[in-house]
């Protein structure tokens, strides 16, 4: 997952992120991504940066009121991070290796 952890690194420009995950809830019902190495703070720093993407996650059926948006389908998180992000065709294809 390398390439989360590239996309993730640079969009959140004073934070570190060791590894970061596709996984999903307890219940098995919400997809979110899981950064290490302190995932909340990595969230609240995030949604500072790209102030629209809670509503945005909205659009997309995300549960936002967590640490990082939870999806109903791994495909609708991609494509808002790819969205936030305003990511580029190729990079937003190479995600969905992830």
């Known amino acids: 997952m390398k390439i989360l952890v590239s996309i ?10 060791s590894s970061a995950f596709i996984t999903k809830t307890i219940d098995n019902c919400r997809y979110f ?9 990595y969230w609240a720093r995030f949604k500072e940066e ?7 996650a909205q659009e997309y059926g995300a549960k936002t ?3 990082c948006p ?7 998180l991609l ?3 790819a969205d ?6 190729g990079v937003r294809n190479l995600l ?3």
């Open 33 to 41: 991504i899981l950064v290490s190495p302190d995932h909340t703070k």
């Open 65 to 67: 009121e967590v640490a």
């Open 50 to 56: 790209h102030f629209n993407c809670e509503e945005l």
């Open 8 to 17: 993730l690194t640079g969009a959140v420009s004073d934070m570190t992120v």
């Open 79 to 81: 494509s808002w991070l």
């Open 70 to 76: 939870e999806f109903p389908t791994r495909e609708a």
């Open 84 to 89: 936030v992000l305003s990511l580029p065709k």
């Open 96 to 98: 969905c290796f992830c």
